[in-house]
């Protein structure tokens, strides 16, 4: 063996030891941040605060040289979730606002791709909805809470789309970004395991379980630990380090857990397929070598999801496998598996059906539903709502947003995550909508052009 070789394995091997220092560390630091916001509930202001300023700072010091945004953005749109549970943002939409303000200076110290015209149109797509929601929201509607709880989303979907198309990113640093990511997701786990250690038959409800969620909504948590498992799943493929492959297990056992127990369905289910979607495009690119490794992992990874499941149905007394056979707690088959999003969204296509043009105005879809349903509810079907509310435009707003990606991965197909994040994205907005930042900030993730790094790299 020659010298050169020895010292390619001595870097490897120095690689490795302080990829997994660094790694025990964060989560050391964010187990403990958990920890001290469950004895004081008012510590996770002084968190928010923290990690906004120190974020503010490091981009602009640095000019966003090394996507310091990018790495702020994938923290707040991870802690949000986390946040708005334990008090600590000022108003609702107080994270997307925040992953909009750093990707806006990230763009303002890099610019974006000259490519980026697509995804500038459908920004400007989404104006003509709010002038038309002027003329038909009626006087009572807070005009401005409804403009900012429907346009949030959208608008966090289009910065993230203008930052990242096209932007080249080198393999390590695009980690680092899944990293921050990862993070205060661990974090709430551990915060929910210290909230509510054990559960209780009695207080197990099938239509969203918040005994298990500490009384934050049960889709949310379902979506944003269905994120961290699939996360916890790509590092067993990418992180090439034994010692922090076993403590990814681990924690995506925990993390599966308390994403079955809130008893919400669509998180789990979208990532599943995101997994499925990604082990799928990260085996059919490796070597033969290679996939004798990944078939004796997923072997692994079965087991694990085996005894998850088992687990959580032994803690929910059996009542989990009604839930997701969508039975009821004594066993009777429910009619409508969809918990009554099928007529949500059959009454946003009656909008877009009378008002096929202009459509019927931003925010207006909830008082719509209250005149044709009797009931005022919130859209669970991001789809559905730019059909109704935006008319034609919103027909090719979302034409927009489905294609010009899958045009992007027929040219540069070096994204592992390509399939997974997309897919992240297209479900979770069919079954929640974007009531959070992270599917509008994990579309942007999709769009990035990925350098390979050096062959002595922790990440493969």
């Known amino acids: ?69 990018l790495m702020a953005a994938a923290y707040i749109a991870g802690a949000e979730v986390y946040w708005r549970m334990t008090g600590a943002l000022f108003f609702y939409e107080t994270g997307k606002y925040a992953v909009i303000l750093f990707l806006l200076i990230g763009i303002f110290f890099k610019g974006t791709s000259s490519k980026t015209v697509p995804f500038w149109t459908y920004l400007f797509i989404l104006l003509p909805g709010v002038i038309v929601a002027s003329v038909t929201i009626s006087y009572e509607a807070e005009f401005r809470k409804l403009i900012a709880f429907n346009l949030a989303g959208p608008v966090c979907l289009g910065i993230s789309a203008l930052y990242c198309y096209y932007k080249k990113i080198r393999k390590k640093d695009f980690q680092r970004v899944l990293l921050m990511l990862l993070m205060p997701l661990l974090a709430q786990m551990i915060y929910l395991f210290l909230y509510t250690p054990s559960l209780q038959e009695g207080i197990i409800s099938l239509s969203g379980n918040y005994a298990a969620t500490g009384g934050y909504g049960p889709n949310q948590i379902s979506t944003v630990f269905g994120l961290g498992a699939f996360l916890l799943v790509t590092r067993l493929f990418t992180v090439k380090n034994k010692t922090v492959n076993l403590i990814d297990l681990i924690l ?51 087991a694990i999801f085996l005894g998850i499941w088992s687990f959580s149905s032994l803690k929910t007394f059996g009542l989990l496998e009604n839930r997701y056979e969508n039975r009821d707690a004594a066993g009777n088959l429910k009619e409508d598996i969809t918990t009554g999003r099928v007529e949500l969204v059959e009454t946003e296509l009656q909008g877009f059906y009378e008002n096929p ?52 991965w027929t040219k540069f197909k070096n994204n592992y995550y390509f399939l997974a994040f997309l897919g992240f994205w297209f479900l979770t907005i069919n079954h929640s909508a974007m009531r959070i930042a992270l599917p509008a900030f994990v579309y942007g993730l999709a769009l990035l052009y990925i350098v390979d790094d050096k062959k002595n790299s922790l990440y493969r």
């Not at 958990?34 to 990690?51: M, P």
């Not at 209250?370 to 919103?394: D, F, Q, Y």
């Open 357 to 408: 043009v202009i459509g019927i105005g931003v925010g207006k879809g909830r008082e719509y539903r209250e005149e044709n349903l009797g009931v005022e509810i919130n859209t669970h079907n991001e789809i559905s709502r730019l059909l109704a509310e935006h008319g034609i435009l919103g027909v090719v707003a979302v034409i927009i947003l489905i294609i010009v990606p899958l045009v992007f």
């Open 1 to 69: 063996m020659n010298v050169a070789s020895i010292n390619i394995r001595r870097q490897r091997a120095l690689l490795e030891k302080l990829g997994k220092i660094e790694y025990v560390k964060m989560l050391l630091l964010h187990f403990g941040i958990a920890f001290a916001i469950y004895i004081f509930e008012g510590l996770s202001l002084l968190y928010f605060l923290g990690v906004f300023g120190y974020f503010l700072f490091i981009t602009i010091q640095n000019e966003n040289r090394n996507n310091e945004a």
């Open 252 to 302: 995506l056992g925990m993390m599966g857990y308390r994403a079955l127990i809130t008893f919400s369905r669509g998180g789990v289910i979208t990532a599943l397929i995101c997994i499925a979607a990604f082990i799928a495009l990260f085996y059919y690119k490796q070597n033969s070598g290679e996939k004798t490794k990944i078939r004796f992992k997923l072997i692994i990874l079965l």
